[in-house]
Nanobody, 115 residues
Framework: QVQLVESGGGLVQAGGSLRLSCRTSGINFKISPMAWYRQAPGKERELVATISADGSANYIDSVKDRFTASRDWAWATLYLQMNSLKLEDTAVYYC?????????WGRGTQVTVSS
């Protein structure tokens, strides 16, 4: 059974930092590309970052130089380090992967940035 479990969200002031985690099970993490998405209230879910099996990451322009995606192969865990947070980063953050042609999502973790 595939499971993706996010954690690490919370309330933070603008300019602060948070580190999200996504613990995976049921997949071969070593070969699975992963992604972080987010969904703000009243908006569609948007891709934030992708990270390949070898750890190469790509980001949307609005988070470049502020967010860093990484993966720990030993713990089968995906991370998203978020620095210099802005009000517009407020959203529910989800990790995602595709395994055996099926898309899997975690339940998400809420990130709220306050002024």
């Amino acid at each position: 059974q595939v499971q993706l479990v996010e954690s690490g969200g919370g309330l933070v002031q603008a300019g602060g930092s948070l580190r999200l985690s996504c613990r995976t099970s049921g997949i071969n993490f070593k070969i699975s590309p992963m992604a972080w998405y987010r969904q703000a209230p009243g908006k569609e879910r948007e891709l934030v970052a992708t990270i390949s099996a070898d750890g190469s990451a790509n980001y949307i322009d609005s988070v470049k130089d502020r967010f860093t995606a990484s993966r720990d192969w030993a713990w089968a865990t995906l991370y998203l380090q978020m620095n210099s947070l802005k009000l517009e980063d407020t959203a529910v953050y989800y990790c995602q992967t595709q395994w055996r042609s099926v898309n899997y999502w975690g339940r998400g973790t809420q990130v709220t940035v306050s002024s």
